[in-house]
């Protein structure tokens, strides 16, 4: 069982920057593939950025690639998103999620979610 707890969220302006960070329980953390996720308003809750369990392999959701970079410390059982030069659609709820696998842009494939942490970007 692992337990995801995001913090770092926030009202931003357009092209300002936010890091979220993912607090992890359990011992076994370096065993996780970790992701992030956002939920807009009235939209489905999509991809944004996911890293391997030894964190050195990312992948990144187009919309956000060269803007965003997803970190990890194993020692510290946290993931990170640097979100940088944001948008207002980037306005969302953004969610942690862990997964024993790849990384990957498949929600399914994520077996434990964080509540969420609000982000909001204004123009």
């Known amino acids: 069982q692992v337990q995801l707890v995001e913090s770092g969220g926030g009202l931003v302006q357009a092209g300002g920057s936010l890091r979220l960070s993912c607090a992890a329980s359990g011992r076994t953390f370096r065993n996780y593939a970790m992701g992030w996720f956002r939920q807009g308003p009235g939209k489905e809750r999509e991809f944004v950025a996911a890293i391997s369990g030894s964190g050195d392999s990312t992948v990144y959701a187009n919309s956000v690639n060269g803007r965003f970079t997803i970190s990890r410390v194993n020692a510290k059982n946290t993931v990170n998103l640097l979100m940088n030069s944001l948008k207002p659609e980037d306005t969302a709820v953004y969610y942690c999620?862990?997964?024993?696998?790849?990384?990957?842009?498949?929600?399914?494939?994520?077996?434990?979610w964080g509540q969420g942490t609000q982000v909001t970007v204004s123009s």
């Open positions: 999620a862990a997964g024993a696998a790849d990384p990957t842009r498949t929600r399914g494939w994520y077996d434990y």
